[in-house]
Structures are given as C-alpha cells and as structure tokens.
C-alpha cells in the first residue's frame, strides 16, 4: 500500500548548518519518531532501529537507509527499508531540498514516499496515511526545533 506525502519547514539557520544537520545520524536519531539507533556504515549508508505502534499494531523495524542524488548544500534523496518480522515491512524515500530565505533562514521542502506492507498493510489506508503523515510531520518538526535550537 503506497502513500505520498510533502511539505515544508522554515527553519532558522543558515543552509549549510541544515545540510550539516541532515547528515548527521546523532541528529537524525533525536529526531526521527521511535528511533532507538542509528549508525554510519558509510559515508551514504546507515542502519537504524526504530519502535513504532500504529493502530494496535506494535513493531521493531530493522532497516537499512541509503542517501542518494546528493547535491550539498541543496538538495539530497533519501532512500530506506525496514523490516518488522510479522508486522511487515515498510520501504520509502524522500526528496528534500534546501533553499535560503534571507540570511539565518532555511526553508526545507520535502516529498515523500511509503509503501508498507504484511499486517500493517491490513490496517486500512485511513490509519497508515495519517500515521504516516502525522511521523514525517513530527520528524520534520523535531529537525527544525533541533536545528533553530528553538
């Protein structure tokens, strides 16, 4: 089951402080929702535990995330899978583009792709597309107060 979702975050602090930030897994880790780790494996790869519930539906995901199509400081894809065992899998990515609004201030869009599969895929469309929302919107969200340092 496949969703699209995007937005955008205006976030105080200069372009290269927001790219600096989007490749750092400490950072990413703080942000991302249920996140329990986060590692490098290289410069482009990382691997990550995260703990989510949707619906009644709790689940580990062992994933793997690839950054692709890097164009420092402006725009990079993000590219992820994860497994969790007999919930399913979720797989995705998103585009994300950094543009400079005035000095100190970074506007960053997003457009975003998940497919989800197994048990989580049988808890209808309704629930995955706002649960789906509601993460990329708390992740987003997290990023820019962690970032502004507001």
Known sequence: MAMNMDGEERIGAS??????????????KQCIPG????????????????????????AKFNGSVELKDLNPPNSYSIVGEGKGGVAGF?????????????????????TAKADVGGKLAQLGSRLITSTSKKLAGQFFSNFNKTVSGT
């Open 15 to 28: 372009v290269e402080r927001v790219w600096e930030a989007l490749n750092d897994p400490e950072i990413l």
């Open 35 to 58: 996140c329990q780790s986060l590692e490098k494996t290289s410069d482009t790869e990382l691997t990550a535990v995260v703990a989510l519930k949707i619906g009644p539906v709790k």
């Open 90 to 110: 979720a797989k995705g990515g998103a585009d994300v583009a950094l543009k400079e609004d005035g000095p100190g201030t970074t506007v960053l869009t997003y």
